[in-house]
C-alpha cells in the first residue's frame, strides 16, 4: 500500500485554515495517524485513528477520512506550526508513512 | 518513559552498522519498536519493527535481506543492523516505542536519533 499527500508544501498566514491531504492505494479503514516534525526535534504524533487527538495536542488540528481518503485540518495557524506533516498507515506491516507536507508561514 | 540510542557512526560503502535503542522507565516486552529514518533532503522511512515479546521481525519490503532487527528483553535494548551499507544509506536513524491496541496508539516514544554516516 502506497500513501501519497497533498500538497507537497503550502505557505499561509497566521489564523488561516490549513488542509492537508492523504490518499492510500487501497482502503485502511481509520488506521491512519498524522504526526507533525519540526528541524531538530524528534516526531511528535498528533492525530490517530484519523481523527482521535493525541493527549496534549491543541484542539485546532482535527482529522478525518476513511478507507483510502484522509485530511489534516489546521483551524488556525500558529507559527509554531511550521513543520513537515507526515501521514501514516500503521494497521498492518509495513507501517509507511507519506512523503510528508511541509507547511510555512507567508 | 526514554528512549536512549547510541552514538553516531561513520562507515565505509559495503559495511554494516549496528544501532542500539535502550527503552528506560517503561514496558518493555509488549510495545512494538520501530526503526525510522530520514536522509537528507528526505522523508521518515519506516523500515521495520519488532514486538520483543513475540521475538518475530517485520521489514519494508526494500530492506528484505540487509536489515536485522532483535531485541534483548533482558537488556530491554533493541538493535538494528543495517548491511551493504550505500552512500544513500546516510541518514539520521531513530527507534520508536508505541502499542498498537485496535486503532488506539499508546505511547509513541521516540529515541534522540543516531546518525550514520557512509563516506569513502
Known amino acids: 500500500i502506497q500513501m501519497t499527500q497533498s500538497p507537497s508544501s503550502l505557505s499561509a498566514s497566521v489564523g488561516d485554515r490549513v488542509t492537508i491531504s492523504c490518499r492510500a492505494s487501497q482502503g485502511i479503514g481509520d488506521y491512519l495517524a498524522w504526526y507533525q516534525h519540526k528541524p531538530g526535534q524528534v516526531p511528535r504524533l498528533l492525530i490517530y485513528?484519523?481523527?482521535t487527538l493525541q493527549s496534549g495536542v491543541p484542539s485546532r488540528f482535527s482529522g478525518s477520512g476513511s478507507g483510502t481518503d484522509f485530511t489534516l485540518t489546521i483551524a488556525s495557524l500558529q507559527p509554531e506550526d511550521v513543520a513537515i506533516y507526515y501521514c501514516?498507515?500503521?494497521?498492518?506491516?509495513?507501517?509507511?508513512f507519506g512523503p510528508g507536507t511541509r507547511v510555512d508561514l507567508k | 518513559v526514554q528512549l536512549v540510542q547510541s552514538g553516531a557512526e561513520v562507515k565505509r560503502p559495503g559495511s554494516s552498522v549496528k544501532v542500539s535503542c535502550e527503552v528506560i522507565?517503561?514496558?518493555?516486552?509488549?510495545?512494538?519498536v520501530s526503526w525510522v529514518r530520514q536522509a537528507p533532503g528526505h522523508g521518515l522511512e519506516w523500515m521495520g519493527g519488532?514486538?520483543?515479546?513475540?521475538?518475530?521481525?517485520h521489514y519494508a519490503q526494500r530492506f528484505q535481506g540487509r536489515l536485522s532487527i532483535t531485541a534483548d528483553r533482558s537488556t530491554k535494548t533493541a538493535h538494528m543492523e543495517l548491511s551493504g551499507l550505500g552512500f544513500d544509506d546516510t541518514a539520521l536513524y531513530f527507534c520508536?516505542?508505541?502499542?498498537?491496541?485496535?486503532?488506539?496508539?499508546?505511547?509513541?516514544?521516540w529515541g534522540q536519533g543516531t546518525q550514520v554516516s557512509v563516506s569513502s
Open positions: 519488532i514486538i520483543p515479546v513475540f521475538k518475530t521481525p
Open positions: 522507565g517503561g514496558d518493555f516486552d509488549v510495545f512494538s
Open positions: 485513528a484519523a481523527s
Open positions: 501514516q498507515k500503521y494497521g498492518t506491516v509495513p507501517r509507511t
Open positions: 520508536t516505542r508505541a502499542r498498537y491496541s485496535g486503532r488506539q496508539i499508546e505511547g509513541d516514544q
